[in-house]
């Protein structure tokens, strides 16, 4: 299932961000700001870009500021934009105390997303001109998945399946139990005769049965390259059949495996395994006008 590069859920949003203060907060208030942190007392601070990458969470990031009761958050770009050492992708205003009680969780989000954002944006260039398409799994941290997979669209990649009910994969203990692949196909078709079914195959004898069976989308699972370019042949007497690589995936070979003719490349990495995109926040010692700290640039969209 391939979804379309939509906007993020607000209820799944803020259920994220409620889940991450509740963790901070569990303990009571923030003792470290209200020993030193005046009451009342009001300040700008700015997101900072410490490494060069693709921006994504900042719906998530002023969610986290208005649940928090930390002010306003504005920002100059959207997500999927690249982002370079000194821009400055958000400035927030509002009380101090509540600013710092929310500065980790904002974050945790930001940086996270933006780190699967910018790893996407690397797989996707790899490929780039190839007509194969990078593609995420559910290999994603437990309550994140909707803004992981989010993270995944702003990086320029599609998303497979958000669950195990919109769409089924036939994985290698399925034909365990079923006894072969076409009879694990074939069972899976008549208890949902409209549903996408992918085929898990780890050899190709499996693909032939998975194509002979009526499968339209067949996962060559740890397969070497050679035997990939086998498997697209072998679907070429298919033309519904699409072919999607997974398994053991590594970027410097990405366009290699591209260009055997598979039409998606999954990447569980992308969401289970992402380096966090360094930002920081910055407090600005000047309340008013609302201008960053430091004299980065602000607003300026620009190709990876």
């Known amino acids: 299932m391939i979804l379309e590069n939509t906007a993020l859920d607000r209820a799944e949003v803020e259920r994220a961000v409620r889940s991450a203060l509740e963790e901070d907060l569990r303990f009571g208030a923030d ?20 490494a060069a ?130 009879a694990a196909y074939r069972a899976v078709r008549s208890a949902a005769p409209t549903a996408v079914i992918e085929v898990e195959c780890d050899t190709l004898g499996q693909v032939g049965e998975a194509l002979a069976a009526g499968a339209a989308l067949i996962l060559l699972d740890n397969m070497s390259v050679p035997d990939m370019r086998c498997a697209v042949d072998m679907a070429r007497a298919f033309p519904d059949a699409r072919l999607e690589a997974s398994g053991g995936l590594e970027l410097s070979s990405a366009r290699e495996v591209a260009l055997t003719g598979v039409q998606y490349l999954a990447v569980g990495a992308l969401t289970h395994s992402s380096a966090a995109l360094d930002l920081s926040l910055d407090l600005s010692p000047d309340l008013e006008p609302l201008t960053p700290r430091h004299p980065g640039r602000r607003g300026v969209s620009r190709a990876c």
Not at 35 to 46: F, N, R, S
Not at 128 to 143: F, H, M, N, Q, S
């Open 31 to 50: 003792l470290t700001s209200l020993a030193t942190v005046p009451d009342g007392a009001v300040g700008v601070a700015d997101v900072v870009v410490r």
């Open 53 to 182: 990458g693709v921006l994504a969470g900042i719906d998530v990031a002023r969610a986290v500021v208005e649940i928090a009761g930390a002010g306003s958050l504005s920002a100059p770009l959207p997500d999927g934009s690249c982002v370079s050492p000194g821009d400055v992708v958000a400035t927030i205003k509002g009380p101090l105390r509540e600013l710092f009680g929310a500065e980790r969780t904002l974050l945790n989000f930001l940086t996270h997303l933006s780190g699967i954002a910018t790893a996407t944006r690397a797989w996707v260039d790899a490929v780039a001109g190839t007509g194969a398409v990078i593609r995420d799994t559910r290999k994603t941290l437990p309550g994140l998945r909707v803004l992981e997979k989010y993270a995944v669209r702003c990086g320029g990649g599609m998303n497979h399946r958000m669950g195990l009910g919109d769409a089924a994969l036939i994985k290698d203990n399925h034909v365990a139990v079923a006894g072969s692949v076409t």
